[in-house]
């Protein structure tokens, strides 16, 4: 309305841009474990993906609120948040895969905890998510239901242990779960059209 008119060329490089800077601010914290290469790699793919998210997670009526604070923001209802979460349990499979470990769907019986009952009942949501947001015409219900499958599986994260679990079978079962999880956020990320990182 005030005939502002931004190139969509230069906004997808503006949040390209802006992107890296967190990403890169991130990886000094943690002694620069990441090269310009993959800095730029990844950055290409999160800030891409934070602009779709942003337009696919409101309904087709709702007016769309831009801001780039919470575009970019690795810790709401964001793509940059779903793609970290993505990339956090990757890393945990990585590891586990390091010290010899696997995860047994056959232990699945030891998941009892609230935390992680509330995973499971959120990834078993998601078909039916799929099939709603395909006959309605409306994206927002995949966007919606993996935030809260990623919602579900920090809360389950900073309050379980998972390599250091207290039995081999929990340990097993939790990392049934974290692949579980992994599969659910890649495959819905991708009916949006937004793709992940293994490492962030």
Do not use: H
């Not at 730029?40 to 831009?66: C, M, N, Q």
């Not at 992680?116 to 949501?125: H, M």
């Amino acid at each position: 309305r005030a005939g502002n008119i931004i190139k969509l060329d230069d906004f997808l490089d503006k949040t390209t841009e802006k992107t890296a800077e967190i990403i890169r601010k991130n990886s000094e914290l943690r002694g620069g474990d990441m090269t310009d290469e993959q800095i730029a790699e990844v950055s290409e793919v999160v800030g891409l993906g934070a602009v779709t998210y942003t337009y696919l997670k409101a309904g087709r009526e709702k007016d769309i609120f831009f801001d780039w604070d919470d575009m970019l923001d690795f810790e709401g209802d964001t793509a940059p948040y779903l793609i970290y979460t993505y990339a956090r349990i990757k890393s945990i499979l990585r590891k586990a895969e390091d010290q010899g470990f696997a995860g047994n769907i056959d232990a699945a019986d030891k998941l009892t905890a609230e935390d992680e009952y509330a995973v499971i009942r959120s990834l078993a949501d998601f078909k039916d998510a799929v099939v709603k947001a395909a006959e309605s015409y409306e994206p927002f219900m995949i966007s919606r239901q993996i935030a809260l499958i990623a919602r579900n599986f920090n809360r389950f994260y900073n309050n379980s242990r998972i390599l250091n679990a207290d039995s081999e079978e929990i340990r097993d079962a939790r990392l049934k779960l974290c692949e579980a999880v992994a599969d659910c956020l890649k495959s819905g990320l991708d009916m949006l059209g937004i793709g992940v990182v293994e490492k962030m």
